[in-house]
Structure formats: structure tokens, C-alpha cells
């Protein structure tokens, strides 16, 4: 669990990084326009040849990282009594059982 939101914190930071050289603003924002998009794919290392697998891939991507990061918050500060991972990080630290 450590290693995936780790990875996701780093590719969503990519993700913002990239759209934030483009648009010289503060955003998390992905672009709706489809041109917009496919330049965002390929900036951040998905294929260039076909762009529409290429946005597809990145969309793919971005979705199941966002999710991950969602489901822990969700688990960590929305429902912290019931959580699991919670319950599992307190056992492993030792301040419970």
C-alpha cells in the first residue's frame, strides 16, 4: 500500500508539474479539450506515435491513481474508526492490537 501512493503521489505531482508549464498556473486540472490532452499524454511519456492509445493509457493511469489516493484518504481521515489500513498501520507501530 506504502509503495502504490507513493507512486501515485509521484505521478499525480507529474501530472500537475507538467499542466503547470503549459498553463503557468496553479492546477490539478486535466485539459477537456482533446488536443490539450493528447499534448499532456505525451508530455508525460505516453506513447507519441498513437495518441489516442496514448490518451487512453494516461487517462487509465491518472484514474486508478487518483482513486488509490481517494480510497486511503477516505479510509485515513473519513472513516479512521473503521479503517483497516489504520488498524493495520496502528498494530504495526505497536499502539495496538
Known amino acids: 500500500m506504502a509503495y502504490s501512493l507513493a ?3 509521484v505521478f499525480l505531482r507529474d501530472v500537475e508539474h507538467k ?3 503549459v498553463h503557468d498556473l ?3 486540472t486535466l485539459p477537456v ?3 490539450e490532452l493528447e499534448r499532456c499524454a505525451v508530455r508525460m ?3 507519441a506515435e498513437d495518441r489516442k492509445k496514448a ?3 494516461f487517462q487509465a493511469d491518472h484514474q486508478r491513481h487518483t482513486e488509490l489516493v481517494h480510497r486511503t484518504f477516505q479510509s485515513l481521515v473519513v472513516e ?3 479503517s483497516p489500513v489504520l488498524k493495520a498501520t496502528l498494530r504495526l507501530v505497536g ?3
Open 80 to 82: 479512521p474508526k473503521t
Open 26 to 28: 496553479q492546477t490539478q
Open 33 to 35: 479539450e482533446a488536443d
Open 19 to 21: 499542466l503547470q508549464m
Open 55 to 57: 490518451v487512453e493509457s
Open 95 to 97: 499502539v495496538s492490537k
Open 45 to 47: 511519456g505516453y506513447g
Open 7 to 9: 507512486a501515485a503521489y
